[in-house]
Antibody
Framework: EVPLVESGGGLVKPGGSLRLSCAAS????????MNWVRQAPGKGLEWVSS????????YYADSVKGRFTISRDNARNSLYLHMNSLSAEDTAMYYC??????????????WGQGTLVTVSS | QTVVTQEPSLSVSPGGTVTLTCGLS?????????PSWYQQTPGQAPRTLIF???ARSSGVPDRYSGSILGNKAALTITGAQADDECDYYC??????????FGGGTKVTVL
């Protein structure tokens, strides 16, 4: 069973919007901080956004602040990323990732398989 | 802006040892940065290798080890094998929910 499955990627025009979804299974979703991490073609990993288990706090990379909104629905075991004002620089594979912790110490695990977002006219 | 530095590429002979490092453009990496390491083969999602500086994730062979070397986090591969040839990323937790990844190291086994 794959614990994190992303969907919603596709081709969108510059300036457009898209909503990504991540379906979680096999763990108590609401107990975990969740994240989006992206990877542009041929490039490295970039942390995009995080949200606490209760949605009380949300965090964003400077590159997406004001354009992207992270949200979650714990009743549906789902994580979302609402993306607005998209540009070519947002073209990337977007991964849904759980934050695991040991006391105060966090790390990413597991990773979803990703959903590809392409911004092009 | 915080920049996390990694060697762009390293090579190792089969059976050899290679150490990848993860540094900060300003300052030192310590255990308080909670360094973690991720492995990515082409076309695949990343896989967690090391967390909490030196703890191996489930199923990760013990030829992978993490540490702090001087002012950097380090990932050492001992007894390199052909399937170790891929990309490796470190991540540092900056606090307040913010993370920064290094640029990644491409390891070649030859």
């Amino acid at each position: 069973e794959v614990p994190l499955v992303e969907s919603g990627g596709g081709l969108v025009k510059p300036g457009g919007s898209l909503r990504l979804s991540c379906a979680a299974s096999g763990f108590s979703f609401g107990n975990y901080m969740m994240n989006w991490v992206r990877q542009a073609p041929g490039k490295g990993l970039e942390w995009v956004s995080s949200i606490t288990g209760t949605s009380s706090s949300r965090y964003y990379a400077d590159s997406v602040k004001g354009r992207f909104t992270i949200s979650r629905d714990n009743a549906r075991n789902s994580l979302y990323l609402h993306m607005n004002s998209l540009s070519a620089e947002d073209t990337a594979m977007y991964y849904c990732v759980r934050t695991k912790t040991a006391g105060p110490i966090p790390w990413f695990d597991p990773w979803g398989q990703g959903t590809l977002v392409t911004v092009s006219s | 802006q915080t920049v996390v530095t990694q060697e762009p590429s390293l090579s190792v002979s089969p059976g050899g040892t290679v150490t990848l490092t993860c540094g900060l453009s300003s300052g030192s990496v310590s255990t308080n940065s909670y360094p973690s390491w991720y492995q990515q083969t082409p076309g695949q999602a990343p896989r967690t290798l090391i967390f909490k500086t030196n703890a191996r994730s489930s199923g990760v062979p013990d030829r992978y080890s993490g540490s702090i070397l001087g002012n950097k986090a380090a990932l050492t591969i001992t007894g390199a094998q052909a399937d170790d040839e891929c990309d490796y990323y470190c991540a540092l937790y900056m606090g307040s929910g913010v993370w920064v990844f290094g640029g990644g190291t491409k390891v070649t086994v030859l």
